[in-house]
């Protein structure tokens, strides 16, 4: 049983920009508490939590990774995030886990995009925030701007809480220091203006303050952790993680000040949908029926083993605890109850709420995932996640492994929410799409180092649909076929109409007497839908289209159900085509976050994409987000194109609006296209 109760534990996680040194740190803070006898680096790939093959060839993580650490009576329960904004997810779906999210900072490059990102991700979850400055053996002549752009960006609760010495070779403590010479802000300033911020979290003591009474170093620490609980106080340090300078005083704040599960932002159930939904926080409490989240799923890449990491909230859990999880899956059996230590498994004989937990072979269970004993609770709410925006069409490259790549892309989709495959039957393509490009190729590359899988890709096919602007009436089609023996015959008229937007597809029987025998009239829908689903124009399937049955003739030995089927799909073409039919392409909202000097840039590549701005809205840190409509087929590789303009500063998100006519210009190319694709074909 676990030495260390609910109060004693720590949830943190951090996340920020690539590049900020946030796994470094990671490896500082396991070797400066011993867990490791040599500092573990990403350059020289010797990292413990960058332990994936995929993640050392590159240089970054990829996954979110775990580590826990006992530091002076306390567990802290550390998860490091990927940076790059193609792997968000894997980033914004561990901040459940955490009660602290320590935002790393390079002080050299400063707030960046993804920076912007997660802070604002855990502030809207509530988490309480701490603020690293990294790096600062790079050079410490920007830290005052940059501790300004975060004031004015964060706002001016991030106060610092300790100040680096102008070599960056030693940190000095603002909390409980009240004079001294930092490197580049007087340590006693630093003191006041922080002390200033924390008592703010509290009327008494600010009363106290303000009548110039002594205020207590414990009440101070007990409002410096309020004040973090309640986003009123984010706290900044300062560190080298490749010369573990300030990574002691960064792990005394973690364990003096940051809130444990008891304290901090507790989850929140939801129950019921609709108009009676109901949400409700979760208290963590060891007694009571299990219930966790699903925060973290990986396989490891020799035995292809499944792990799944859960953040308990309520009960504890052993080896033969019997779970179950949301969406009617079945009943499994927990079995060895470990914690990670980078890709190490540390077993343990039970846990309790607050801490998080990994099990194996729980092949059920899939990341964001609620699990539970007893009675189905409803599902803990998760942050949203963005919609993906990157789409690539795969093929196997050798035969016979379409199912071993189906399967493979089925466990990365368990543990990526942001990875989503698609079997288009419009296309009849296999649609693979994630958050950018790094992130397919990233999962394709991984595929084939794993499992010897390679595919053949292409951008997708974009989905056009058919339909027609006027009408046509009578016309008409035979069809006659004589083989020697029984022929075919089917002769019909049919009228062909506009129907309502997006009304879709209707038939009408309006044959008056015999002219076609009530069996053959049903084969005359199939062959008009037949030709619905292969298309006229261009291969895409026809909508909003109503088709009467106005008359027609029988043979009483030829007709039969295949005869009319032919004659249906025929006369619906020939109609078709008398109907001045045109193209309908997808139009999506886009917004697309930028900084303000970059606006004028984006808003005239988007008009030259043919689409319409909408509107913008101004975000903190001189970033701006444009909102417009914008056709799919014209940014289906926006995501290189707004990483080159805006520097890696620029992030976007999107989802399907309507569909609308296609320009003639356009329709006349995508036609002619389709067309050279099927002559191609038929060769």
């Known amino acids: 049983m676990a030495s260390y109760t609910i109060d004693d534990i720590r949830n943190i996680v951090l996340v920020g920009h690539a590049g900020s040194g946030k796994t470094s740190l990671a490896e500082a803070i396991l070797h400066k508490t011993g867990l490791t006898n040599r500092l573990g680096s990403v350059d020289d790939k010797s990292s413990i939590m960058d332990a994936d093959e995929e993640e050392k060839q590159r ?165 410096f952790t309020a004040g973090m609980i309640n986003q009123s106080l984010v706290p900044i340090v300062f560190t080298s993680a490749r010369n573990e300078v300030g990574i002691e005083a960064l792990l005394n704040l973690i364990k003096d000040y940051a809130p444990n599960p008891a304290k901090g932002v507790p989850l929140k159930l939801v129950q019921g949908e609709g108009e009676e939904q109901t949400v409700t926080e979760i208290p963590p409490e060891p007694s009571g029926s299990l219930l966790g989240l699903v925060c973290r799923v990986s396989s490891d890449p020799k035995s292809h083993i499944k792990y799944v990491t859960l953040r308990l909230q309520r009960g504890t859990i052993k080896s033969d605890t019997s779970l179950q999880a949301t969406g009617g899956k079945k009943g ?149 076929k004589q083989t020697g023996g029984a022929g075919q015959f089917a002769r019909v008229f049919i009228d062909m109409e506009p129907n309502e937007l997006g009304a879709g597809y209707e038939f009408i029987d309006k044959i008056f007497g015999g002219s076609i025998d009530q069996p053959f009239r049903p084969s005359v829908d199939k062959g008009c839908q037949a030709a619905m689903a292969h298309g006229v124009l261009a291969g895409c399937p026809v909508v909003d289209i109503k088709v009467t049955l106005v008359d027609g003739k029988t043979h009483p030995v030829d007709s039969k159900d295949i005869a009319f089927q032919i004659a249906g799909r025929e006369v619906f073409r020939k109609a078709f085509m008398q109907c001045n039919p045109t193209l309908l392409e997808p139009i999506v909202n886009i917004e697309v976050t930028v900084p303000a000097e970059k606006v004028g840039d984006i808003t005239g590549d988007l008009a030259g994409r043919r689409g319409r701005v909408q509107g913008q809205d101004v975000l903190p840190g001189n970033m701006i987000t444009i909102k417009a409509q914008v056709p799919l087929a014209e940014i289906q590789q926006y995501s290189s194109q707004l990483k080159s303009v805006t520097g890696g500063q620029g992030s976007f998100t999107m989802e399907l609006s309507h569909y609308e006519p296609m320009p003639p210009n356009i329709l006349q190319q995508v036609v002619a296209q389709a067309k050279a694709q099927k002559e191609k074909a038929d060769e």
């Open 59 to 223: 240089g970054h993580s990829i996954d979110s990774a775990l580590a826990h650490i006992s530091y002076k009576g306390k567990e802290i329960n550390l998860i490091d995030t990927p940076g790059y904004p193609d792997f968000y997810g894997a980033a914004i779906s561990a901040l459940p886990a955490a009660e602290t999210a320590v935002l790393v900072i390079s002080a050299s490059s400063g707030i960046q995009m993804n920076t912007r990102k997660m802070f604002q991700a855990a502030r809207q979850r509530g988490m309480a925030c701490i603020i690293v400055i990294n790096k600062i053996d790079s050079g410490t002549d920007e830290l005052e701007g940059l501790i300004k752009s975060i004031q004015e960006s964060f706002g001016m609760d991030c106060r610092c809480a300790n100040i680096c010495s102008s070599d960056g070779s030693a940190v000095f403590d603002c909390i409980i220091q009240e004079s001294g010479d930092g490197g580049f802000i007087d340590v006693g300033e630093a003191h006041t203006n922080l002390v200033e911020t924390i008592v703010e979290a509290d009327e008494e003591l600010m009363e106290q303050y303000l009548g110039g009474e002594e205020i207590s170093p414990e009440k101070l620490a007990r409002t």
């Open 332 to 480: 499994m059996r927990s079995g060895q109850v470990s914690k990670l230590q980078g890709d190490k498994l540390d077993h343990i004989d039970q846990a309790q709420a607050g801490d998080i937990v990994t099990l194996a072979k729980l092949e059920e269970l899939q990341i964001r995932d609620t699990v539970f004993v007893g009675q189905d609770p409803g599902t803990i709410e998760v942050p949203r996640l963005p919609i993906p925006m990157y789409s690539l069409a795969i093929e196997p490259k050798s035969r016979g492994d379409e199912g071993k790549i189906s399967s493979v892309l089925t466990e990365v989709c368990d543990a990526d929410p942001t990875f989503k495959v698609d079997r288009d039957h419009q296309t009849n393509e296999t649609v693979v799409s994630g958050l950018g490009e790094l992130h397919v190729r990233v999962i394709l590359s991984r595929m084939h180092a794993r499992r010897g899988l390679d595919v053949i890709t292409k951008p997708p096919k974009i989905p056009y649909r058919e339909t027609i602007t006027s009408s046509a009436k009578y016309v008409e089609y035979t069809h006659k």
